[in-house]
């Protein structure tokens, strides 16, 4: 009789649990278009519906970039029945999310834990079950939801528990697993991405909150120096990554115009090393078949997203120089050999130290060439700021 009711009472558990799990919701490290670098707090429901009419005739979407998200500045008021409205720039949230969902794109949005989001909007503190039950009912898929002025309920914290150094840290967490909770309680798959610029280690307990991805560090800009800052600073994380958690070093600002080129190729290849989600923050209508080969080249999408979900580290760094390795399914590796001077340098990669004792087949991602099989040490010639970033198997 016990064993009839144990694996009844098994059976009515997993009926209980919500048809997809973490992992499912982001087996690899999520791929889309946010409008916050470009558009910033202009943005609007026409602007959103045109980037996405855009990720289809660039070819964004078929390359793996699949969400549309509205970052701040959607929101309006609340009613006497606290339900919040968008204001006058997105008229219709459902139809937006109905004309994303159209064209085979899903739908991202934006909240804060506070009352009030970094854009001085109505953030969801008080109001987590109503406003994910909302998201749920206009068809969102995706929710960035950015710390923002729960700063204040933080500092709060700390200054009424004076003995405990954890005060801020515990409401935050609580605060970020109430919209957790509130998100699955929805009974829709919305990947839950977390924004508080890395404070207190989230790659910790992010997954426990319900997060998919989780932001590692302060904002990136459209400068080299900002996006090097970030990028070499996620050295020693990868340990906290896999499918259905993923570190985030913020979105992407190729195509934005202010770095070069071989710059760019170095965002590009740096973040898919780290198997960060790829958030292209452009202006779509003013892509250019360069920001379009760097964003959409293949291989470097194939090495964000390879199924064995691991995110790569550094194995070796010099005052200009950093080379930095991603291991890869099928016994492969990425290799980014990275040259952070104003010069050009010669970097180099002994492939016994990565695993190919006996030589390797070579692929260079960004001439999209092979270089044939090479033994023992590896070198390239980078320009200044520039990669070579290599596919490297047996
Ligand atoms: C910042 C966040 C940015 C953007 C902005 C909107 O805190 O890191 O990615 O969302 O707020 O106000």
Request: glycine residues 10%.
């Amino acid at each position: 009789m016990m064993r009839h009711l144990s694996a009844l009472s098994c059976a009515i558990l997993l009926a209980a649990a919500p048809a997809f799990g973490q992992s499912q919701i982001a087996p690899t490290p999520p791929m889309g278009w946010n409008s916050w670098n470009h558009f910033a707090e202009h943005v609007t429901d026409a602007d959103v519906r045109s980037a996405a009419d855009m990720m289809v005739s660039t070819g964004m979407r078929d390359a793996g970039y699949i969400y549309v998200n509205v970052d701040d500045t959607w929101q309006g008021k609340r009613d006497a029945q606290g339900v919040l409205h968008p204001n006058e720039r997105f008229p219709d949230m459902k139809g937006l999310g109905d004309y994303i969902h159209s064209k085979g794109l899903k739908f991202g949005i934006y909240s804060s834990p506070g009352a009030k989001t970094c854009g001085g909007y109505e953030g969801s503190l008080g109001h987590e079950a109503q406003d994910a039950k909302m998201y749920a009912e206009w068809g969102v898929d995706f929710l960035k939801y950015d710390l923002c002025s729960f700063w204040d309920n933080r500092h709060q914290a700390t200054a009424e528990h004076t003995n405990d150094p954890n005060a801020a840290r515990d409401v935050m967490i609580a605060a970020y697993k109430k919209m957790g909770d509130a998100l699955k309680a929805t009974g829709r798959p919305i990947l839950y991405s977390l924004c508080q610029y890395g404070v207190d280690q989230p790659w910790k307990w992010g997954p426990g909150v319900g997060a998919q991805m989780w932001r590692t560090t302060d904002d990136i800009d459209d400068t080299y120096g900002r996006m090097i800052a970030i990028g070499f600073s996620q050295a020693g994380l990868s340990k906290y990554a896999g499918p259905g958690r993923w570190n985030d070093p913020d979105m992407l600002e190729v195509g934005n115009g202010k770095m070069t080129t071989d710059e760019y190729k170095t965002h590009m290849s740096l973040w898919v090393i780290l198997a960060a989600p790829l958030l292209a923050g452009n202006d779509l209508s003013k892509m250019t078949d360069i920001d379009k080969s760097i964003l959409m080249n293949k291989d470097a999408i194939a090495i964000d997203q390879d199924p064995l979900g691991k995110q790569g580290d550094r194995l070796y760094q010099s005052a200009d120089l950093d080379v930095w390795t991603k291991p890869l399914s099928n016994g492969r590796v990425a290799v980014g050999l990275f040259n952070r001077s104003w010069g050009e340098r010669d970097v180099s990669v002994d492939l016994a130290e990565i695993g190919y004792n006996n030589g390797a087949n070579l692929h260079d991602v960004w001439s999209q060439k092979d270089l044939g099989r090479r033994s023992d040490v590896f070198t390239a010639t980078v320009p200044r700021h520039g990669v070579a970033l290599l596919i490297v198997s047996k």
